[in-house]
């Protein structure tokens, strides 16, 4: 069963040393946590102080999110393999990657399938919500859970390198770049090496 070869263990219980990416400056890290507690502040002032409604859930969701990258000073990663170690040919390819592979090609795949879903599920639930007068509710669920599953791809680390498939640099405020192949290492989605220029 390849699926199941592939997946990663949800509890980790070696202690991974993934190699350092340095945090944004000092400064850029304070502004973006005092924006999100600006946001949450925002929310909660334009809410009226209604905990159940749409800016009091927003600001406090975008707002956390500005205050936990500031904190975290970039984007944290995401697994693929369990059992991550560096490697010790520079170009040398695992095992061990391959099944990383497999699972950065199934959060893919994953990620393209629940598009569809989306409208689907937003079909059926507005009606519903829009009655009880709360169709801002299913946006803001819909959001969250694409936000979650395009993430979980996109954040993922490369399994061979460590570093972020997608980064576009090694540091943990790096851009996200669509590619089918680490920018760091060179190892492509389909588990073949990029010949470097
Ligand atoms: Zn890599």
């Known amino acids: 069963m390849s699926r199941v070869k592939g997946r990663p263990r949800k509890i ?3 202690m991974i040393n993934y190699p350092l990416r340095p945090p944004m400056p000092f ?3 304070y502004l973006s946590m005092a924006f999100g507690i600006l946001n949450v502040i925002g929310g909660i002032v334009s809410s009226n102080f209604q905990a159940i409604s749409f800016p009091f859930i927003v600001g406090l969701l975008v707002g956390g999110i500005w205050f936990a990258f500031g904190y975290y000073g970039g984007l944290p990663l995401v697994n693929t393999v369990y059992d991550w170690q560096p490697p010790n040919i520079p170009n040398e390819i695992t095992d061990c990657h391959r099944q990383g ?3 950065l090609r199934r ?4 990620m393209w399938a629940s598009v569809p879903c989306y409208f689907v599920v937003g079909a059926i639930l507005m009606p519903w919500l829009e009655k009880l007068g709360h169709p801002d509710v299913g946006f803001i669920l819909i ?3 694409m936000a979650i599953i395009f993430f979980r791809y996109y954040l993922s680390r490369c399994p061979r390198c460590g570093y972020g498939f997608f980064a ?3 540091n943990r405020a790096a851009l996200i770049h669509r590619r089918n192949y680490c920018a760091y290492c060179g190892l492509s989605l389909d588990g073949q ?4 220029k």
Do not use: C, D, H, P
Request: charged share 25%.
């Open 168 to 170: 576009g640099s090694t």
């Open 193 to 196: 090496n990029r010949s470097k």
């Open 107 to 110: 959060r893919k795949r994953i």
């Open 101 to 103: 592979l497999l699972v």
């Open 143 to 145: 959001a969250t859970v």
């Open 12 to 14: 980790a219980i070696i």
């Open 27 to 29: 400064w850029a890290r």
